[in-house]
Nanobody
Framework: QVQLAESGGGLVQAGGSLRLSCAAS????????MGWFRQTPGKEREFVTA????????YYADSVKGRFTISRDSAKNTVYLQMNSLKPEDTAVYYC??????????????????WGQGTQVTVSS
């Protein structure tokens, strides 16, 4: 059974940092892309970033480029999201997800096959 378990969310002041973790289990993810999405009440789930598990190629939304960094640790089967210079508009529930779809669809939540339960990130002004 595939499981993605996020952790590391919390409350932080604007300008601060948080690191989210996504522990993956239940299968081999070597041919997958791992993504982070976020969602606020009443809005659609929004692409944040993704990484190819095999090549390490990364993808970022314009809104987080230069502030967020995605990485993976193959030995631990874990993906990380380092978030720096956080802004109040980064407040959301953050979800980890996995897809074996192509790079051309990496920003589309509908193409992801597995999802975590989400972790709340709140940035105060």
């Amino acid at each position: 059974q595939v499981q993605l378990a996020e952790s590391g969310g919390g409350l932080v002041q604007a300008g601060g940092s948080l690191r989210l973790s996504c522990a993956a289990s239940g299968r081999t993810f070597s041919n997958y892309r791992m993504g982070w999405f976020r969602q606020t009440p009443g809005k659609e789930r929004e692409f944040v970033t993704a990484i190819s598990w095999t090549s390490g190629r990364t993808y970022y939304a314009d809104s987080v480029k230069g502030r967020f960094t995605i990485s993976r640790d193959s030995a631990k089967n874990t993906v990380y999201l380092q978030m720096n210079s956080l802004k109040p508009e980064d407040t959301a529930v953050y979800y980890c997800a996995a897809t074996y779809g192509g790079a051309e669809t990496v920003v589309l939540p509908s193409t992801y096959h597995y999802w975590g339960q989400g972790t709340q990130v709140t940035v105060s002004s």
